[in-house]
């Protein structure tokens, strides 16, 4: 497919003067079309079609139709339908009310293109840039970010079943693309027991029963893994991509023992080793290098607080001035185990490319860590304001204990003293769960005989864990702030932010994906970004921008 400019000309003027006369009161989409124009345009995205080939359907209007579409939540197919049956449509679009409109693949085409060409923030960025323009939007204001849970279109399923699963997948794809080969070295038990799919009411309930129904999978896998890596084998089954998915999942779920007995790394033989299922004794990988489907192998299982899913997780982050329209800024979906204080410093790296950032960011207590805190404000100038995590240690949860606040720290002389007026007698780096640290040791001379010990420490000695010096101190500074009564105030406007995801979960369903892979996903986040982003300019230009966002806005006569 080319592409065949189209300009942005007018409303052609029999359009104009029957949805003038069909809605003498507007609709949204008059609304936005008298007020933004078509606010994209052909040119911007050249780069995603040939210059040579048939011409494309216009890219302006299947951008601003995408972004109706999910508007309204409707499918492909209703969406083409709206081009060519509603006259708010035509008219937003600048099309003739004879316009036949396009077949409904047009605009999945559009969508893959997007994703092919790694576009998929094209049409939120265009928006962003357009309302900055317009001084609609603005850096250096008031900004809100929080994350909410996003379920895979996948089914949920558990270890067993997972394995089940990939080894049922990969026979079907070898099933189609090498039947001869497969049908020489399946075992006949492999139609009945892989012909449906696992479901848990066919596992055996019973412990040892299912642990030796699931050794009984990975034999089946681990034959059929040992065929295709066999020398004989033709070397491209092994760049199947469900094939390797199966590698994966069975490292991750079996391993081998030799026939001798103890546990061994490699088997010299891999076809005479015994594979068993793993349990905890074994240990598994971390959740985000763990395969949770084999449909989908980029979702994976996650756990905050109460909630446990297998998806994704998505951060929304919206402007909250009170005199400009509250526009989402920026969308991130990441893995869902991914923790929130690890996603911010890309929120603001690409905040900043788009001249959008901050002068405060509210944030809740997940992304209120103390490397953010100093990264944050030295590197971008943004101060965050959120509730900061609690000391966990005991001497902080009780009225009576000396926690590290009671210490006074010398950082110059590298000396700690204690309420008791000791001195420290080590003050030495090291590492803690990765990040650098200070290790603060007490004397146990000093620390048996002090009458404060029981307020102090449960040890023989005092040990402080203390961060470096920028993070101590901004951490500090933070909880400080926290306690002050400006901070409640501030602090008030990030509840917006969750009003955001819950518009985005009711009426644009955010929290279901539709599609298959994190970059698709991606895209559904940002489209629905966006449209959210035109409800609330059509809002804020009807002079009602506080209204409940909906799925029939656009639909909506004033």
């Not at 923030?121 to 323009?133: G, I, K, P």
């Not at 971390?286 to 980029?298: F, I, N, Q, R, T």
């Not at 992304?367 to 000391?391: F, H, I």
Request: net charge positive; glycine share 6%; with cysteine.
């Amino acid at each position: 497919m080319s592409l065949r400019p189209t300009p942005c000309g007018d409303v052609p003027a029999s359009t104009a003067s029957v949805a003038r006369a069909a809605f003498p009161h507007g609709t949204v989409c008059l609304r936005l079309r008298d007020a933004l124009g078509t606010i994209f345009a052909d040119a911007q995205f050249a780069r995603l079609f040939a210059s040579r080939g048939q011409p494309a359907a216009c890219p302006w209007r299947l951008a601003l139709v995408t972004l109706l579409q999910f508007a309204e939540n409707l499918s492909d197919r209703r969406a083409a339908e709206a081009v060519r049956g509603r006259i708010d449509w035509k008219y937003l679009l600048g099309l003739e009310l004879t316009d036949p409109g396009f077949d409904a693949s047009v605009l999945s085409e559009f969508r893959s293109r997007l994703v092919a060409g790694g576009a998929e923030e094209q049409l939120l960025e265009t928006l962003l840039a357009f309302c900055r323009e317009r001084k609609l939007l603005g850096a250096r204001g008031r900004q809100r970010t929080d994350s909410t849970h996003v379920l895979g279109a996948v089914r949920a399923l558990n270890r067993l079943e997972c394995a089940i699963e990939t080894l049922r997948a990969a026979l079907n794809v070898l099933a189609s693309a090498a039947p001869n080969w497969l049908r020489a070295h399946a075992e006949a038990t492999w139609v009945e027991r892989y012909a449906k799919r696992a479901e848990e009411d066919r596992i055996p309930q019973a412990e040892a029963k299912r642990r030796a129904y699931a050794e009984q999978i990975g034999r089946d896998g681990h034959h059929l893994l040992v065929a295709i890596t066999a020398p004989e084998a033709p070397a491209w089954l092994r760049t199947i991509p469900a094939v390797e998915l199966l590698r994966q999942v069975w490292v991750q779920n079996f391993y081998c023992v030799s026939p001798a007995g103890p546990p061994e790394p490699g088997s010299s033989n891999p076809a005479e080793a015994v594979v068993r299922w793993r349990t905890d004794a074994e240990g598994f990988p971390p959740s985000l290098l763990m395969v949770a489907s084999p449909y989908d192998a980029e979702v994976h299982y996650a756990k905050k607080r109460t909630t446990t899913w297998i998806g994704y997780k998505v951060h929304l982050t919206e402007s909250c001035e009170d005199d400009r329209p509250h526009l989402i800024t920026h969308v991130e979906t990441t893995p869902a185990p991914v923790v929130d204080r690890d996603v911010l410093g890309h929120v603001h790296a690409v905040l900043a490319a788009r001249a959008l950032l901050p002068g405060t960011h509210l944030v809740d207590s997940g992304y209120m860590g103390a490397e953010q805190l100093v990264t944050s404000r030295r590197v971008y100038g943004v101060t965050l304001c959120g509730p900061t995590l609690k000391d966990q240690q005991w001497q902080a949860q009780d009225p009576q204990g000396f926690c590290v606040q009671d210490f006074h720290l010398d950082w110059e002389n590298q000396v700690a003293t204690c309420p008791a007026g000791h001195v420290s007698r080590g003050w030495s780096p090291d590492i803690n769960r990765g990040r650098p640290v200070m290790k603060v040791r007490f004397s146990t001379t000093d620390c048996q005989p002090c009458p404060l010990k029981s307020r102090c420490t449960r040890s023989t000695r005092r040990l402080l864990t203390l961060r470096r010096r920028d993070e101590y101190d901004a951490l500090t500074a933070a909880r400080a702030w926290e306690a002050e009564e400006g901070f409640a105030i501030e602090y008030q406007r990030r509840a917006g932010i969750e009003g955001t995801i819950s518009a985005g979960v009711r009426a644009f369903h955010l929290r279901r994906t539709r599609y298959i892979g994190l970059a698709k996903t991606h895209l559904q986040h940002v489209l629905t970004a966006a449209a959210m982003n035109l409800v609330r300019l059509a809002a804020w230009l009807a002079g009602t921008p506080l209204a409940r966002t909906r799925q029939s806005t656009f639909a909506r006569c004033d």
